[in-house]
C-alpha cells in the first residue's frame, strides 16, 4: 500500500517568509510524528500527534515553528519568519497506533534551504 | 535524559567483507531499540528492533543486532556486505512509556568493490 508521503520534496526560501509542509500519513495510522534532519543536529524529534489528543511539542525548536492535523490525518508544519538554521529535511513519520511497541514509517522528507 | 552514540561516523568496507556498526546509549529508564537505514534521498526504513526477548535480533538485508544490557550497546553487524548495503544508518532508542525516537548521529557505510 502508499506509504507516507511529503510535499513538497524541495522548497526554496527567502530568510523572513514562512513555509508550510505537508504529511499525508499511511492510511488508518493514528500517530504522526515530525522530525528534523540537519547537519549539525541530526535527527530531531519536533512535534508528535495521536487521535484527538493534545500534540506533544516538546521538540518544537522556537514559537516560529507550528503543526497541525486536520481530521486526524493530513498534517502541515508551519515555520514562520524563517531563518537560516531552519535549512533541513523535515521527516514525518506515522504509525498504526499509539502503543510504545509500534514502529514508525517514515516519509521521505522536505528538503528545506533557507536563502 | 536519554542519549544515541554512533561511535564511527563513516564505516568504508569492501564488498563481501563483514562490517559492524557500533551503538551505544544512555538512558535512566527501559528502552526499546532500533536501527533504521536511509539510501540517498529516501526516508528511513527499519532494519531492526528489539522491544524484550531474545537479545539477538534479525533484521532485513541480512542485519543483526545484539542488545548488551551491561554495556548498553546495540551494535549491528553483517556478515557480508554488498554494493547496494552503502547508506546511512541510525541508531535510535525510546523510553518504553515514551513517544518520540531518540537518534544517534548516524553512520554511513561505504562499500566498495
Known amino acids: 500500500g502508499a506509504g507516507v508521503s511529503q510535499s513538497p520534496s524541495n522548497k526554496v526560501t527567502e530568510k523572513g517568509k514562512d513555509v508550510e509542509l505537508r504529511c499525508d500519513p499511511i492510511s488508518g495510522h493514528t500517530a504522526l510524528y515530525w522530525y528534523r534532519q540537519s547537519l549539525g543536529q541530526g535527527l530531531e524529534f519536533l512535534i508528535y500527534f495521536q487521535g484527538n489528543s493534545a500534540p506533544d511539542k516538546s521538540g518544537l525548536p522556537s514559537d516560529r515553528f507550528s503543526a497541525e492535523r486536520t481530521g486526524g490525518s493530513v498534517s502541515t508544519l508551519t515555520i514562520q519568519r524563517t531563518q537560516q538554521e531552519d535549512s533541513a529535511v523535515y521527516l514525518c513519520a506515522s504509525s498504526p497506533t499509539s502503543g510504545v511497541r509500534e514502529t514508525q514509517y517514515f516519509g521521505p522528507g522536505t528538503r528545506l534551504l533557507v536563502l | 535524559a536519554q542519549s544515541v552514540t554512533q561511535l564511527d561516523s563513516q564505516v568504508p568496507v569492501f564488498e563481501e567483507a563483514p562490517v559492524e556498526l557500533r551503538c551505544n546509549y544512555s538512558?535512566?529508564?527501559?528502552?526499546?531499540l532500533f536501527w533504521y537505514v536511509q539510501y540517498p534521498n529516501q526516508g528511513l526504513q527499519l532494519l531492526l528492533k528489539?522491544?524484550?526477548?531474545?537479545?539477538l535480533v534479525k533484521g532485513i538485508n541480512g542485519f543483526e543486532a545484539e542488545f548488551n544490557k551491561s554495556q548498553t550497546s546495540f551494535h549491528l553487524r553483517k556478515p557480508s556486505v554488498h554494493i547496494s548495503d552503502t547508506a546511512e544508518y541510525f541508531c535510535?532508542?525510546?523510553?518504553?512509556?515514551?513517544?518520540?525516537?531518540?537518534f544517534g548521529k548516524g553512520t554511513t557505510l561505504s562499500v566498495s568493490s
Open positions: 538512558s535512566s529508564v527501559s528502552v526499546y
Open positions: 528489539y522491544l524484550s526477548g531474545s537479545t
Open positions: 535510535a532508542v525510546k523510553e518504553q512509556a515514551g513517544t518520540a525516537l531518540i
